[in-house]
Structure formats: structure tokens, C-alpha cells
């Protein structure tokens, strides 16, 4: 075996004078320093002794061509310092080739060390691909790879079973799996690097689902090169998704259903009803029997109430099937809640508990707000007091939480003394037709829907209503409300300082609410529940000096309302001012009760703007008989006084009962009435006609033409004469946005939703 020579395949080094080769990272040392450095010495000192051996045998040579004689010593000497020189010369050769020998066993050894891994590593990898290739095949997923020309070079066992096929059907050939639908809502990636969808293709089992991923590789130059696609089945959850699609385009379509058949039924019923109350209104104008008017007031409350919980199916319709609206407008707040608690004190009084507004000072005089629907909220949960409460009474309160020029926080609180409410069962109660007493033999009426649409309205304004027991048993409905401000608080216009009030009356919500008023006006007041007491109690105040300016007594306390009065001044020792109060009801015993001695009388639930005023006058001017100019009567049947000048009114209307209701009140007020059936007949009269009439009373519903179209058809006669416009009416049981839009749109001056009072026509006629 040769040995390659220095300037052959492995160059010196020049700092150890050995040889090196190349490896796998690159041209690497392939002797250590230690065996280096111990050949490096014997070769100097191989060296040194060949050179030496030399220079002698030189030297002895010399001496023999000087000196013959020693020609015989000098040639044996040379000749055996010359075999030295060559054995050292020899020797060194045989370290350095000994160390080139050393150094490529160890590289050998590198070398098959290297091998060695690369064979672990090319092992690994063979193994990792098997993996994760049977983790692919076990999940089902299809992998094709293609080069850059479309051609399949690659596909896994799971594409070749699923579309059933041979490697010898695809490699080499142009995918042809061919999608046969696409979904609409793919995502294609950027173009040329990756494409994602879901597609339908047919396989052996069928058509069936994949999430389909194309992958375009790019080389270096950031050219496209090879694709791989991996596709996923992904049937079960597009089936899936397609159910759903399907279940909320069936619930949707179901809760349009619903609002269309609630929206029908509303307007069938409000048609009868219509009927029903305006005919029986009138009858009540007629003069009845007192058991007569009796049952007609039965017949009338009945009435309102079936009204009422259509207005709250209709109301829930609307809210369920979002097309719910508010509508702020400037609104006074404290006018507002006054007139509910007037509304429903009938059913409290009767009921023999309090009925109360309690509104603090700071609250602003006008806020923007939606009055109808902030009306609709307080009327259920101050109704819903009123119908579980069976003594003490119902607050309905509003005050400021926090505020400023801009907006305020207006807190709304209604309180009762009622039976309350687990707390367990405070969220059920404001879910749909849930009741209190869900039971069969529950004592109180309803739909359940009250509550379900007074949180849905309250959470639309922003807020959320929450219900709280009561200390001292009973509830507490809250919400807050942040709205703008359009005015502020209005200031005292009666100031009752140094005033001292006794308020007698029997114990409940409305006592602690008028003695807070009167505080707030900076009155000093005091409730007590008794005759006995009040009259005890003036009696000392008089004798400590502090006598009260004013007395307001219950009329509910004083049986003989004269004996009461004069026990209380007998005990004031002097006259002192007086005023009694009085329900609704008993506003016919005012002019008695002032004959009597007493300076002034309040309608109870009392506004505190009629309280501080006439506190002020007791105490200003006793003596004097005080009324409330805030006070308004209860209207009594009468026969309504007729027009001055006659109308002739177009009245179209497909219902006989409501016919007859609105030609009654048209006719009995002294207008005539030109009657039709349906749009047509409206419409021709109104072209038939010389002049044009006043005003058009129409029903929006009616066979053939409608009231929408009539009206338009009516508007374009009256833009092609140039004459002067009717002024129309809509009446109409149809009580959704929607119509009442399209009704605007069609040219209809006013909308009056059915049931129509005969009083609301005639003060639309007076108009």
C-alpha cells in the first residue's frame, strides 16, 4: 500500500507539521496536540543525529584527502557515520508516515462514528414518518402531493380507499377529483400559497363533506413549485351545521308566525271590543238604574282589563320579535307618575289599601325619555302592588342617584306592603307567564307577561329591574335610568318654614309620604293614626306653645266628619285650618264637608304641589274655604252638548258595530254621516262629491281596496282638482309600528287605535 505524499490529499500543517483532512463540517485537525508535539521531538532528534553523523563522516573524509596515512581509519569511520546519517534520514520518514497512518485510522473512526448517526437519524425519521404518516391514515385524513406541472406524485392509502382507487390509477396522472358543490362562505386563502374551502365530493359511500387545504410550495426565488393538499371528512359537522341553519330558519319563521298570529288576534279582538266598551260608555251616559250603571261599570272593567292583557300579548310579540322601538321625547316625570297612582287609585281605594307618589325635589322637571313605554313599566309593577297587596298600600317614588346639567340618574323605587317574594323565586317571576301563585287555585288573574315585558323594556333603556323583600314584609321593585335632562328641578314655589302640620290618617304608605313632602318644603309635620291621639296631641302642642297652623285629617277617620273637626279645635282651644281628605269618589260631599267648618279638601293619592299649596293657605289665610286648582272632576253622564255648525263626515267602515258606535257619537253631537262599506265606495264618494269633505273617518281593514290604498287614491283626486285636503282618520285595530308607518305614508292625517272612545271622538270632532 502507498502512502500519499505530503503535497498529495493532505497538506501540513505548518505549526505541527502534520497532516489534515477535510470532515464533515469542514477541513478539521485530525491530530491532537499531544501526539503531535512527541513525534515532532524524535524527528529533531533523528535529524540532529543524521546531520551530526554526516558532518563527521564529511569531517573524516576531509582528513583522509589531507592526511592519506589515515585513509584506513577515515573510510571504515565514514562508512559507518554515513549508514548512521541514512538510518536517521530513514527514521525520520518513518515517524512522519507513522503519524499520517495514526491520523487517518482516527478519521476512520470519525468517519464511521458519522455514518453511524446518520444512520440513527435517517432510522428516526423513517420511524417519525411511519407515525405520524399512521396517525394521518387513522384519522381518515386524504394527503396528495403533486408537483408543479398538476401531476400527483404522492397520495396516502386513505385517499386511494375513500375515492376507491390504485396508485397506479393517480401517481403520475392529474388529480381528477372534481367538487361537486362548494361552500358558499369558502375561504380561498391568498392565491398561490394556500386554498381553504369546504366541498362535496363523491366517494364510494356516497357524497360526502371535506375541509379541503391546498398548499403551493415556492423555492428559494419565491417560485411556485410542488402543491400538497390535505383534506379532511368533515360530513357529521356540516350536517350539523345544515340542521342548525335549519332549526333557526324554522324558529325564526315560527316567531314571524307567532307575531303575525298574536298581530290577528289583537285586531280581532280589539274590533268586538271596540264595540263592546264605546257602546257601553254611551250607555252609561243614558240614564240608568243604580244596579244598571252597576253592571255597566262591570261591563266596562271587564273590558279594559281583556284590553289591557291584549295590549300586553301584543307588546310581548313585538318585544320578542325585536321590532320593539323607543321613541324619548321630553317628558315630565313627576306629571307622570302622579297620573299613574291617579290611574289605578280607583282599584286601590276600593281595595281599602294606600296609593302613593313620592317624588323627591331634585328630580328634574323634564328628562328625555319614551313616556309610553317608562308609563307601561311603572303601570305593571305599580298594578302588580296594587293586585297582591291587601293592606297598607303602594309607593311609587323617584329620585336622583346622581346627576348634572347634562343627564341624571333617575332612581325608580315601588314599594308594598304585600305577601312579597321568595327570593328564590325573584328571576322566575320575570320570566314569561310566571305568576306568584302559578298554582290552580291561585287568587289572582293575569297572563304572567307584565313583569317579562317590563324588565325586556327597562333592559332596551339600559337599566335592569331587580326585586328586593321589603323590611317589615312586602316588596321593592328598582331600576335607574340615566337620562338627558331638558330642564331642571323646579324650585319651591310655597316655602313652609317654621310650619307645623298634624297629619291624621290611618297607617299605611300615604301618611309617611305626606309628612316627607311636607318636610322637604321645610315644614315641620307629624303623623299620628288615631282621632283620640290627633286630638291628644294638640292639646299639648298648644300647651307647650307650639300649637299646629294646620290640620289634615282622613276622612276615613272622622265618621261624623263635623264631631271630628270639633273635637280637634275644641282641643286647639282656638279655630284652626283644616282640610280633609277625600277619595275620588267623594268629591259629591265637598260642598258638606264645607259646611261643616273644614278650609279645605285634597283628592287623594295627593299631588305634593296641591299639598305644599294649600298647607300654605291654611296657615296663611284659616277662615277661607281653599281648592286645589290641580284638581280635575270625574266627567258624569250627561248628554254631551251638540256642534254649533254641522259636518257632513265621511265615515268608511266595514263593521257594523263600530259603524254604529261612531255614527252614534258623529250624529249625537249634531254632524251628519255619509256611510260606506269598503275603500272603493270611499274613494267614489269622495270623486262624486262637489266639495270635499271635512273629515274622513276610515277603517284601515276592509275587504277589496283597504284603507291604505283608498287613502292614497283619495290623496291623488285631491292633488289632481287642486281643491283643499280632508282631513283623514284612521280607525284601526292593527296597532304595529309598521301599519302606523305605512298609514303616514299613505297621506292619514291621525291614527285612533281601537277600541275608539265616544270621548276621543268627540274631542277629535271638536277639533
Not at 257594523?656 to 258606535?661: C, M, R
Amino acid at each position: 500500500m502507498s502512502l500519499p505524499a505530503e503535497s498529495d490529499s493532505y497538506p501540513a500543517d505548518p505549526a505541527t507539521d502534520v497532516p489534515v483532512v477535510a470532515g464533515r463540517e469542514g477541513v478539521s485537525r485530525l491530530e491532537s496536540a499531544e501526539p503531535a508535539d512527541r513525534t515532532r521531538g524524535k524527528r529533531i532528534a533523528a535529524g540532529f543525529l543524521a546531520t551530526l553523523a554526516g558532518l563527521v563522516a564529511l569531517f573524516a573524509l576531509a582528513i583522509a584527502y589531507v592526511e592519506p596515512t589515515t585513509v584506513p581509519v577515515a573510510v571504515p569511520i565514514t562508512v559507518i557515520l554515513a549508514g548512521l546519517s541514512l538510518w536517521g534520514a530513514s527514521r525520520i520518514d518513518a515517524i512522519r508516515y507513522r503519524a499520517r497512518l495514526d491520523a487517518l485510522k482516527r478519521e476512520k473512526r470519525e468517519l464511521a462514528t458519522t455514518l453511524e448517526r446518520i444512520a440513527d437519524t435517517a432510522w428516526e425519521l423513517r420511524e417519525n414518518e411511519e407515525r405520524y404518516r399512521g396517525l394521518i391514515d387513522a384519522q381518515g385524513d386524504l394527503v396528495a402531493h403533486r408537483d408543479a406541472e398538476g401531476r400527483v406524485t404522492f397520495v396516502n392509502p386513505a385517499f386511494l380507499t375513500i375515492f376507491g382507487l390504485r396508485e397506479t390509477d393517480v401517481l403520475g396522472k392529474p388529480l381528477t377529483v372534481v367538487p361537486i358543490e362548494e361552500a358558499h362562505d369558502a375561504d380561498r386563502g391568498a392565491p398561490g400559497d394556500l386554498a381553504a374551502r369546504d366541498v362535496k365530493l363523491m366517494t364510494q359511500s356516497g357524497p360526502r363533506w371535506f375541509a379541503w387545504v391546498d398548499i403551493r410550495i415556492r423555492d428559494d426565488d419565491g417560485i411556485l413549485g410542488p402543491m400538497h393538499s390535505v383534506a379532511r371528512d368533515i360530513t357529521a359537522r356540516k350536517e350539523v351545521e345544515l340542521a342548525l341553519v335549519e332549526s333557526r330558519e324554522k324558529a325564526e319563521a315560527a316567531s314571524k308566525a307567532k307575531s303575525r298570529f298574536l298581530a290577528t288576534v289583537s285586531h280581532e279582538f280589539r274590533t268586538p271590543l271596540n264595540g263592546i266598551l264605546g257602546l257601553n260608555e254611551l250607555l252609561l251616559e243614558t240614564r240608568l238604574t243604580p244596579v244598571q250603571e252597576t253592571y255597566a261599570q262591570g261591563v266596562q272593567s271587564s273590558g279594559e282589563a281583556l284590553l289591557g292583557l291584549i295590549d300586553d300579548m301584543l307588546d310581548f310579540s313585538r318585544i320578542e320579535a325585536e321590532r320593539f322601538d323607543l321613541r324619548p321625547e321630553a317628558t315630565n316625570l313627576a306629571g307622570l307618575l302622579q297620573a299613574i297612582v291617579e290611574l289605578l287609585a280607583a282599584r286601590a281605594h276600593a281595595r281599602g289599601i294606600d296609593i302613593v307618589a313620592d317624588i323627591d325635589p331634585g328630580v328634574p322637571s323634564l328628562v328625555s325619555v319614551d313616556a309610553t313605554r317608562l308609563r307601561q313599566v311603572l303601570v305593571n309593577l305599580v298594578g302588580n302592588g296594587v293586585k297582591f297587596t291587601e293592606r297598607g298600600g303602594v309607593c311609587l317614588a323617584a329620585g336622583v342617584e346622581a346627576g348634572g346639567d347634562e343627564t341624571a340618574t333617575v332612581v325608580f323605587t315601588v314599594t308594598d306592603t304585600g305577601p312579597g317574594i321568595d327570593p328564590a323565586d325573584a328571576e322566575r317571576l320575570f320570566s314569561e307567564f310566571e305568576q306568584a301563585d302559578a298554582g290552580p287555585n291561585r287568587r289572582h288573574g293575569g297572563a304572567g307577561l307584565g313583569l317579562a315585558i317590563s324588565r325586556r323594556i327597562v333592559r332596551r333603556m339600559g337599566s335592569d329591574v331587580t326585586v328586593a323583600p321589603r323590611s317589615g314584609g312586602g316588596s321593592v321593585f328598582r331600576f335607574a335610568l340615566e337620562l338627558p335632562v331638558e330642564a331642571p328641578a323646579p324650585g319651591e314655589e310655597t316655602s313652609l318654614d317654621g310650619r307645623r302640620v298634624l297629619v291624621v290618617m290611618p297607617q299605611g304608605e300615604e301618611a309617611p309620604a305626606l309628612v316627607r313632602g311636607l318636610e322637604r318644603a321645610g315644614c315641620e309635620a307629624r303623623e299620628v293614626a288615631a282621632l283620640n291621639a290627633a286630638a291628644a296631641l294638640v292639646g299639648a302642642a298648644v300647651a307647650a306653645g307650639l300649637p299646629y297652623d294646620a290640620i289634615l285629617l282622613d276622612r276615613r277617620l272622622a265618621g261624623d266628619a263635623a264631631a271630628a273637626l270639633a273635637r280637634l279645635r275644641e282641643a286647639a282651644g282656638q279655630e284652626i285650618g283644616a282640610a280633609i281628605l277625600i277619595e275620588p269618589g267623594g268629591r259629591d260631599e265637598i260642598d258638606g264637608l264645607r259646611e261643616t267648618g273644614f278650609d279645605a279638601y285634597l283628592v287623594r293619592p295627593i299631588r305634593r304641589s296641591s299639598l305644599v299649596r294649600i298647607v300654605g293657605e291654611l296657615a296663611a289665610s284659616p277662615g277661607a274655604f281653599h281648592m286645589d286648582p290641580e284638581d280635575v272632576r270625574v266627567r258624569q253622564p250627561e248628554t254631551p252638548g251638540r256642534a254649533s255648525t254641522g259636518l257632513d263626515v265621511l265615515l268608511a267602515e266595514d263593521n257594523e258595530i263600530s259603524a254604529l258606535l261612531a255614527r252614534a257619537v258623529v250624529e249625537g253631537i249634531g254632524h251628519t254621516v255619509t256611510m260606506v262599506r269598503d275603500g272603493e265606495a270611499a274613494v267614489a264618494a269622495v270623486r262624486d262629491r262637489a266639495t270635499p269633505f271635512p273629515l274622513i273617518l276610515m277603517d284601515l281593514h276592509m275587504p277589496g281596496l283597504d284603507g291604505l290604498a283608498a287613502a292614497r287614491a283619495i290623496r291623488a283626486l285631491e292633488a289632481e282638482s287642486g281643491g283643499p285636503r280632508s282631513r283623514l282618520v284612521a280607525l284601526t285595530a292593527d296597532v304595529v309600528p309598521e301599519t302606523q308607518e305605512a298609514a303616514r305614508a299613505a297621506g292619514i292625517d291621525t291614527i285612533l287605535e281601537k277600541p275608539v272612545s265616544p270621548d276621543t271622538l268627540r274631542r277629535l270632532l271638536a277639533d
